[in-house]
């Protein structure tokens, strides 16, 4: 074999080699493309999932506080519209408080109510201070028979002007307590506001059946009265 076909063999096995090399290296080439592709497809998924997740995420908090809210609201107008309700009820059961004085047991009340203000006052001397009906019914021997049964020195003062009932201060007026009868409603009507709503709304009928109502609460506070002493 000459030298010249030696070379030839070598030059072409050094291409042949060469194309094989440069094939592998494209071919790895494309592979390393085809794998970081499908990184990025499955990196991009998961980023659009995890956005995706995130919104949804958002979304439900949004709403939850979105209902909150609503709710919130609701109740605080139930509330309003509630307060307003039973308001009207205690202005309707006030007006009729002036009635109470017609009563014919009213004198026996308005004595009722001035041994209960004396008893609260827990003062040793006492100036009552009611509405004309019940200043009639607090006449001195009155007077007289509640000072010996309290052992309290009681004395009668200027009427009231406009609140029937009896209001109950030491001498020099620096204490006081007031026995009238809208300041025993008062008093009275937190402890009535639920049963008062349950029977207006129907809520409770076994409740109903014993709440006063505007037109019984008065006759209702007349027993109150009768037992307060």
Not at 22 to 41: D, G, N, P
Not at 61 to 74: F, G, K, T, V, Y
Request: glycine share 4%; aromatic share 4%; no cysteine.
């Amino acid at each position: 074999m000459s030298e010249a076909t030696r070379f030839e063999q070598l030059r072409r096995a050094i291409l042949e080699q060469a194309r094989r090399d440069a094939q592998r290296v494209v071919e790895q080439a494309k592979a390393e493309a085809s794998a970081s592709l499908q990184r990025a497809a499955v990196q991009a998924e998961q980023e659009s999932q995890r956005q995706a997740a995130a919104l949804e995420r958002r979304l439900a908090s949004d709403m939850e506080q979105a209902l909150a809210q609503a709710q919130l609201e609701a109740q605080m107008l139930w509330l309003e519209q509630r307060e307003a309700l039973l308001r009207r009820v205690l202005a309707g059961v006030t007006e009729q408080l002036a009635s109470v004085a017609a009563w014919p047991n009213y004198p026996q009340l308005a004595v009722n109510l001035a041994r209960e203000a004396v008893v609260r006052l827990g003062a040793p001397e006492v100036v009552l201070e009611a509405d004309p009906q019940a200043q009639s019914a607090l006449d001195a021997a009155t007077l007289f028979a509640l000072s010996a049964e309290l052992d309290v020195v009681v004395t009668l003062g200027p009427a009231l002007e406009t609140d029937l009932g009896v209001i109950a201060r030491t001498p020099e007026g620096h204490r006081r307590y007031d026995n009238t009868l809208a300041a025993r409603l008062e008093r009275l009507y937190p402890q009535l506001r639920a049963d008062i709503y349950a029977l207006l709304v129907g809520e409770d009928p076994q409740a109903a059946s014993s709440t006063p109502s505007p037109t019984s609460a008065t006759r209702n506070g007349q027993r109150e009265m009768e037992e307060g002493s």
